[in-house]
């Protein structure tokens, strides 16, 4: 299958890329106006693929990075804008150091959904210089990261992006807006790192450590999930009860059991 690029020339779509283009001007604009890029914006799109959002983009900024792996759509941006206006960092996002493009960064991106949990796990790691991110994503990826405790799609990705970030879903998203149309409906996510002294892991290691153990065997209560970390009195004493399951803990709560074991 083909993909119509509006400059003439084809591209066959990449699976082994996540590469679904978004074709509806409609839900272009609708990301667009929810990013609402200002001139002077240090913003980086992960994956432009043939430009549905770039273009829109650069038409309210001065200058654009952009992250894109796929040498062949590499090809066509160098062609369609000039250096002075888009800097083209070609290579995987999931290796990128977007550290090395500044500070107060906007990053936003139709990402490709089949790295999509790893590459919110790496960009974590740029959060202290992050202003806000965008994300297209699988609706269902986006219901886990803003679920609240008590629910099935509270789980690992729930505590520990929520622990770093406030997050808003915005816009649903359906299959039919890409081309090739995706098997699921997809959502855009808001992700605005919360302040330093907001982070009250001691060890943030540590608190991943406990989150990854405890959502293992969710079904199973934390006395038994946590038995090689933390004691069941210790864990009465957190306040936190030990025939609880994980998806029952807030993010305090996991950050209290990390802190008891760092301290
Ligand atoms: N932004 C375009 C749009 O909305 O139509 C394309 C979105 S498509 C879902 C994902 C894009 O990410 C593709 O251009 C693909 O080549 C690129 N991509 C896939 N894996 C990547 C990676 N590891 N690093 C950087 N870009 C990647």
Same mark, same amino acid.
Not at 98 to 123: D, M
Not at 133 to 160: C, I, N, T, W
Not at 162 to 181: D, G, I, K, N, S
């Given at each position: 299958?083909?993909?119509?690029?509006?400059?003439?020339?084809?591209? $066959?779509?990449?699976?082994?890329?996540?590469?679904?283009?978004?074709?509806?001007?409609? $839900?272009?604009?609708?990301?667009? !106006? !929810?990013?609402?890029?200002?001139?002077?914006?240090?913003?980086? +799109?992960?994956?432009?693929?043939?430009?549905?959002?770039? &273009?829109?983009?650069?038409?309210?900024?001065?200058?654009?990075?952009?992250? +894109?792996?796929?040498?062949?759509?590499? &090809?066509?941006?160098?062609?369609? *804008?000039?250096?002075?206006?888009?800097?083209?960092?070609?290579?995987?996002?999931?290796? #990128?150091? #977007? &550290?090395?493009?500044?500070?107060?960064?906007?990053?936003?991106?139709?990402?490709?959904?089949?790295?999509?949990?790893?590459?919110?796990?790496?960009?974590?790691?740029?959060?202290?210089?992050?202003?806000?991110?965008? #994300?297209?994503?699988?609706?269902?990826?986006?219901?886990?990261?803003?679920?609240?405790?008590?629910?099935?799609?509270?789980?690992?990705?729930? $505590?520990? =992006?929520? *622990?770093?970030?406030?997050?808003?879903?915005?816009? /649903?998203?359906?299959?039919?807006?890409? +081309?090739?149309?995706?098997?699921?409906?997809?959502?855009?996510?808001?992700?605005?790192? =919360?302040?330093?002294?907001? =982070?009250? %892991?001691?060890? +943030?290691?540590?608190? !991943?450590?406990?989150?990854?153990?405890? #959502?293992?065997?969710?079904?199973?209560? =934390?006395?038994?999930?946590?038995?090689?970390?933390?004691?069941?009195?210790?864990?009465?004493?957190?306040?936190?009860?030990?025939?609880?399951? %994980?998806?029952? /803990?807030?993010?305090?709560? *996991?950050?209290?059991?990390?802190? !008891?074991?760092?301290?």
């Amino acid at each position: 299958m083909t993909n119509g690029n509006p400059r003439g020339m084809k591209h $066959v779509p990449r699976k082994r890329f996540g590469q679904n283009f978004l074709v509806s001007p409609g $839900v272009v604009a609708d990301i667009v !106006a !929810a990013i609402a890029p200002q001139p002077g914006d240090t913003l980086v +799109e992960i994956g432009p693929g043939l430009g549905a959002l770039t &273009a829109p983009l650069l038409g309210r900024l001065k200058h654009l990075h952009v992250v +894109e792996i796929d040498r062949d759509l590499i &090809a066509l941006l160098q062609r369609d *804008y000039p250096q002075e206006q888009l800097t083209i960092h070609q290579g995987d996002a999931l290796l #990128f150091d #977007f &550290a090395a493009l500044g500070e107060r960064l906007r990053i936003v991106g139709n990402l490709p959904y089949n790295i999509s949990t790893p590459l919110l796990f790496h960009l974590a790691g740029f959060a202290g210089q992050v202003r806000d991110m965008h #994300f297209m994503l699988q609706k269902e990826v986006v219901d886990r990261m803003v679920s609240a405790p008590g629910g099935p799609e509270y789980g690992r990705l729930s $505590v520990m =992006l929520q *622990y770093r970030y406030a997050m808003e879903r915005l816009l /649903l998203v359906p299959p039919e807006a890409f +081309e090739p149309a995706p098997k699921v409906a997809s959502a855009i996510v808001r992700m605005i790192p =919360l302040p330093v002294t907001a =982070l009250a %892991a001691r060890d +943030e290691s540590v608190f !991943a450590r406990v989150v990854m153990t405890a #959502f293992g065997q969710r079904r199973k209560m =934390l006395r038994n999930t946590l038995r090689e970390l933390i004691g069941e009195s210790d864990l009465a004493a957190l306040d936190i009860k030990p025939t609880a399951r %994980a998806e029952e /803990l807030g993010v305090a709560d *996991y950050v209290r059991i990390a802190n !008891a074991l760092t301290a």
